[in-house]
């Protein structure tokens, strides 16, 4: 179906129904904050996604800068340097606190967890220092409070590393509460803003205690509604928080880089449906504002 009569379509639907009509999608730079180039996509660049695939595959979708973190931290090490250097993709590198599978459920408790981080933070990467910590997964809302989560967060809110966190409300609070500033200079990216469907309510209520948390958008249920655009409530808190919120692809495992195309349309569609300054804060800037890009 050809681009002008879907948005015929689009507007005779809307005006029958009352629904917002047609919004052309979003089309400006995009910043996918959620980015892993973990081993098995690029296996030592025999893997399906050696380098070239992948920053061709943002390059396309017009994805300007990523944030990046790979297991183990090779991955994000060598995207920095063929990203910084051929592809105008700029690559805001973060430390994976996960050597292998295995430390997905103990690193909170793991002191050699600690000391790898210490080391990739000395040893930095090709596109200059890193600038978080992260992805980590609470599963158990209470490791929270694990010995090397702990310090951790302390280590991130001391040094002004953000932190990249796959957990759910109760364990925000609890990350926060052990940081020196509880929370008011913690910058916390929360990976899904909630995977396990927190109310939005909630959301709003984190979002007003603690000033530097952003909300990362992939694979939150309930945001979007009919016709891939955002669901009423959603819709209203991005709006009423339009510089906290962020997308971005999950590429957690190969199946998300073979549906990137798809991934980063879904989100142009939604954001083409809101404020274009809303849209664009959303799409490049609330990221790209808070690692000083231009
Ligand atoms: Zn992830």
């Known amino acids: 179906m050809g681009n002008r009569l879907l948005a015929v379509i689009s507007i005779a639907i809307g005006l029958a129904t009352g629904l917002p009509a047609y919004a052309a999608p979003y089309s400006g730079p995009l910043f996918d904050a959620h980015l892993h180039y973990n081993e098995e996509a690029w296996n030592g660049q025999t893997g399906p996604h050696p380098i070239s695939d992948v920053l061709a595959r943002m390059q396309r979708n017009g994805v300007r800068a990523v944030l990046a973190n790979s297991r183990p931290n090779d991955g994000t090490r060598a995207l920095a340097e063929a990203g910084a250097a051929q592809a105008g993709v700029t690559v805001v590198p973060f430390v994976r606190l996960y050597r292998n599978r295995a430390d997905y459920d103990n690193w909170f408790r793991d002191d050699t967890i600690y000391q790898m981080v210490q ?63 509880k929370g008011q200079q913690t910058r916390l990216i929360w990976a899904h803003t909630g995977i396990g469907g927190t109310p939005v309510a909630r959301v709003d209520a984190l979002m007003a205690r603690y000033p530097l948390l952003m909300g990362e958008l992939s694979y939150r249920p309930g945001l979007t509604c009919e016709g891939g655009l955002l669901c009423p409530e959603w819709r209203a808190l991005l709006i009423k928080y339009p510089n906290r919120f962020v997308i971005g692809s999950d590429t957690w495992v190969n199946q998300r880089w073979q549906y990137y195309d798809e991934l980063m349309q879904g989100y142009r569609t939604w954001l083409g449906g809101l404020p274009p300054e809303v849209a664009r804060a959303i799409g490049w800037d609330n990221a790209a504002g808070w690692f000083g890009l231009k």
């Open 119 to 181: 080391a990739e933070l000395a040893r930095g990467t090709p596109a200059g220092p890193y600038r978080g910590l992260g992805e980590f997964h609470l599963y158990d809302s209470a490791n929270a409070n694990g010995p090397v989560a702990r310090q951790l967060m302390a280590l991130a809110d001391s040094r002004g590393l953000a932190v990249l966190a796959h957990v759910d409300d109760v364990a925000i609070d609890l990350l926060m509460a052990n940081t020196p500033s």
